[in-house]
């Protein structure tokens, strides 16, 4: 089931990406897919965004760690870059760093053995009303080892336009 963002946010799509819902192209859990249909070759390379709240006090390197016991349900999963990134890698949303990690999975497509690389991206953004509740978004690149130069850079690029929604004052 498509779950939605805790806090709304912009960002623009680079050339040849395209929305996709994403109970229908098998991404539940997430509030936003996009597909980089130029990129088909037995998997189409994705971009999707998820979100939630938290008032526990993991840091965000914690919070990227959570993610790897969740998708060894696939497959077998490999950490093999973690780094923190700033304000200047995505200057509109957070003040605060964020952290960003790359992992190698082996998994299955279609019962036919496909390697898959990620690029995850977590930010946390802290409720101004509640300091001890914050936002933790989750932005990640995956696609095939072959497809990965094609996509990286739009997906770094993708994320340089993200930015916290305009409230409206009506």
Known sequence: MTTTLPVKISFSLPDGWQAAPPDEVG???????????????????????????????ATMWQIAEESV????????????????????????????????????????????????LQTQVYLGMEDVRNPAQRAVLEFVLTAKPTQLHAVLDD??????????????HA
């Open 69 to 116: 016991p969740r998708l060894e349900q696939a497959g077998t999963v490999e950490v093999v870059k973690k780094a923190e990134i700033g304000t200047p890698d995505i200057p509109g949303l957070t003040d605060s760093p964020g952290v960003v990690q790359n992992l190698r999975l082996h998994t299955t497509l279609r019962g036919e053995p496909l390697e898959l």
């Open 155 to 168: 997906f770094k690029t993708f994320l340089r336009t993200v930015r916290p929604a305009e409230e409206d």
């Open 27 to 57: 991404a539940p859990g997430v509030a936003f897919v996009a597909l980089h249909p130029a990129s088909i070759d037995g998997f189409t390379a994705n971009i999707t965004i998820a979100g939630q709240m938290r008032n526990d006090n």
